[in-house]
């Protein structure tokens, strides 16, 4: 039996006479208490295929590199741009974004697997909750008063927009939680991520108004001083964010906060006994 009827491929999906095949290795669990193994499957080489349309092609002939029929694999994908941040996946093992990963740029076999400081929900898809808890708690956005028309917003420098921008490209994909060597599932530290969307919105001149309860949203057990320095961070951003720029930072202003609280907080207690006011 050739190779495209033992993966059960079509007549118009088969390849040509002299065309190349694409073995992936795949991350296959079916749930987070159900054990998992890796499951091959061979894909006919398509140009300019990346890591998601290639899982499009087994998704409609789930039938595994042995040529048995297996069920569809799980991911997660959207915007298919690299805006979304939903396709963040090892890949060989690397944590980057399945949508942008070109097959051609890959070593082969291509290795599948979810990411792993996340809970697996199926195959390759994982709960990033976490994440967007955390942005909770730093307060990621900017309080606006919406019972009456406000007029233009402060203005912002160049400069300021420049410095901005970057730190606003993050796409909440989890990759720098993933090389994180600090992050387990079982600990709570935030990672990088929300760090940097502090450093964002306390530089914007409303945003700014706020600056203390997001930097107060940092300290605390999984809060910034978690952070071991490791910097991987910032290698596998893929929206080049300088993270460890922005930890830096945000590092200086929490410890700035922490001396401000502690001396109002000696003051009240002064106040409060008697003592100089
Ligand atoms: S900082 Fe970079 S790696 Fe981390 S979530 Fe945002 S885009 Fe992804
Ligand atoms: S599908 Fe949206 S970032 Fe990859």
Not at 129 to 146: C, H, N, P, Y
Not at 207 to 216: N, Q, S, V
């Amino acid at each position: 039996m050739d190779e495209a009827t033992k993966v059960g491929l079509t007549t118009e999906s088969r390849p040509q006479a002299g065309e190349k095949w694409v073995t992936f290795r795949i991350w296959r669990q079916e749930s987070a208490s159900s054990p998992g193994d890796f499951e091959e499957f061979r894909v006919p080489w398509r140009k300019g295929a990346n890591v998601i349309s290639s899982l499009m092609e087994i998704q409609r002939n789930p039938v595994n590199a042995a040529g048995k029929p297996t069920t569809p694999v799980t991911w997660d994908a959207a915007c298919l741009e690299e805006v979304c941040g939903s396709c963040a996946m090892n890949i060989n093992g690397r944590v980057r974004m399945a949508c942008s990963a070109l097959v051609d740029k890959l070593e082969w076999p291509i290795t599948l697997e979810p990411m792993r400081k996340f809970p697996m929900v199926r195959d390759l898809t994982v709960d990033r909750t976490r994440m967007f808890e955390s942005l909770k708690r730093v307060k990621a956005w900017i309080e606006l008063d919406g019972t009456h028309n406000l007029g233009p917003g402060p203005r912002q420098s160049q400069s300021e927009q420049i410095q901005r921008y970057v730190l606003s490209t993050c796409i909440t994909c989890g990759s720098c939680l993933e090389a994180c060597p600090q992050i387990t599932q079982d600990n709570d530290f935030m990672g990088a991520a929300p760090i940097s969307q502090v450093r964002l919105f306390n530089l914007h001149p409303t945003g700014a108004m706020h600056a203390e309860d997001r930097l107060h949203g940092l300290m605390g057990p999984g809060g910034i001083q978690d952070c071991g320095k490791a910097q991987n961070c910032v290698q596998v951003c893929p929206k080049e964010i300088p993270l460890t720029t922005s930890i830096a930072a945000m590092n200086r202003d929490v410890t700035k906060l922490v001396v401000k609280d502690l001396f109002f907080k000696d003051k009240e207690t002064e106040t409060a006994v008697g003592g100089p006011a």
